[in-house]
């Protein structure tokens, strides 16, 4: 089966499913503010940003959004957010009963994409998630909770409310009694707005594969304020100032804040942010006293590369009960292979469909399947196949000219 089939396409924009993430909205909204890049001298201070909000009754008030770091640590920054969306990822993949996600550090690296360095890197992912546990927020009038209202005062709220290590006898799976394993929850303001989709839509590939810390916040920012507006300008100075990094030296003048400025952008521009494509320049200010910012927010990718795989659809309940999706998607991994990798593919199978097609795919992979090299890939075209003989939709729309639609047509 080579890499161009229609198979291994069509398995491939299954998984692009994968890379949209979403994180909770208030934390998200205020990334750009509560992410620092960790070069910057105000990580180990408290942070307020504040604003006019407008209340119940049509009353204006004053909100703000309090950072404060315990026990002489941090606030977060651009390498915690990546922490802390990997976690959602496998919170949104694995969630129980109780809301505990278990995981071992090394998953968390592999998902960071960072190369394992024993001791080091487990010391490094343990340090974000401290931070995610120990930083305290408060909220005033800037806190929509799960039922879209904003929160009067939220006062020393945690990301997360537990990270503790998981007991030998507390593990499931043989394989996780060799490693180190934890355990981490989201606070409970935070979880009951992950369980009412109180989310923001994040593609996650994209906020893992920038490097730079500046290019970070700034694509935080610009995904944020791009929402409802087709173009953003700002000077250097100001920009700097917005994203807490005015103190350094080198950003003093508006030579150096140019030539960070222009690093940045150099990694984000043309990238995919929620509504659109960046489009970004630097520019010197009408009086020549600065440098500026210069962000358009172009139309998203044509409808035949992204829409037309994943259409808006009207919700529909799942196939199954959520209490077996996790065990169908874990039967098809105990025959297929792969099922780590592959654990959001085999689950989204359960939930869109019935469980007696899954195993009608799961009896005819073992009898007809020796010994294949894509096994995931050839599960996905016996699915697929199926799917059609008994009227259902395929999960992505199909192109015109699907074999398999062709085949049902024909008979």
């Known amino acids: 089966m080579t890499e161009n089939s229609p198979a291994i396409k069509d398995e491939t924009a299954i998984e692009q499913v994968r890379a949209i993430i979403r994180p909770e909205l208030n934390i998200e909204k205020h990334a750009d503010f509560i992410f620092a890049p960790s070069h910057s001298k105000r990580i180990r201070e408290p ?63 592999d998902e960071l994409g960072i190369k394992w360095a024993g001791k080091k890197t487990a010391e490094d992912i343990y340090r974000e998630i401290q931070t995610l546990r120990a930083t305290m927020f408060t909220w005033r009038y800037s806190f929509l909770n799960a039922e879209g209202k ?35 929850r989201f606070s409970e303001v935070i979880l009951s707005n992950l369980k009412a989709n109180r989310t923001k839509p994040t593609n996650i590939e994209v906020i893992l594969a920038i490097k730079g810390e500046l290019a970070a916040v700034l694509y935080a920012r610009l995904d944020i304020i791009l929402a409802d507006k087709l173009q953003y300008e700002r000077t250097s100075k100001g920009l700097f100032e917005d994203i807490q990094i005015d103190k350094e030296l080198e950003y003093r003048y508006p030579a150096g804040r140019k030539r960070i400025l222009d690093r940045a952008i150099r990694e984000i521009n043309g990238k995919a942010i929620s509504t659109g494509i960046l489009d970004l320049r630097v520019e010197k200010t009408v009086d020549g006293s600065d440098w500026k910012l210069v962000a358009r927010k172009l139309p998203a990718l044509p409808k ?35 099922y780590p990798e592959k654990q ?13 097609l899954i195993y009608q ?11 294949p090299t894509h096994t995931a890939k050839i599960f996905t075209a016996i699915m697929h196949r199926l799917a059609h003989q008994q009227r259902f939709d395929w999960i992505k729309a199909c192109p015109p000219d699907c074999k398999y639609r062709e085949k049902l047509q024909g008979k």
């Open 344 to 356: 959001r593919l085999y689950e989204l199978f359960a939930i869109h469909y019935p469980a007696n």
């Open 304 to 338: 035949s590369n992204t829409q037309k795989l994943f259409p808006k659809r009207k919700l529909t309940p799942p196939a199954n009960p959520k209490e077996i999706v996790s065990m169908i998607g874990k039967e098809i991994g105990n025959v297929v292979g792969w």
């Open 361 to 371: 795919a799961i009896a005819e992979f073992k009898a007809d399947v020796k010994k």
């Open 150 to 184: 904003k929160v009067d005062l939220l006062d020393h709220v945690n990301i997360l409310d537990r990270f503790s290590y998981v007991a030998l006898e507390d593990r499931d799976k043989i394989s996780d009694r060799f490693q180190s394993m934890h355990a981490i």
């Open 47 to 109: 942070r307020k940003k504040m604003w006019a909000t407008e209340i119940e009754g049509g009353r204006k008030a004053a909100s703000y959004l309090l950072i404060e770091p315990i026990y002489g640590g941090k606030t977060p920054t651009t390498k915690t957010r990546k922490v802390y969306l990997v976690l959602v990822k496998l919170w949104e993949a694995r969630t129980r009963d109780d809301d505990v996600v278990v995981f071992s550090v090394r998953e968390i690296a």
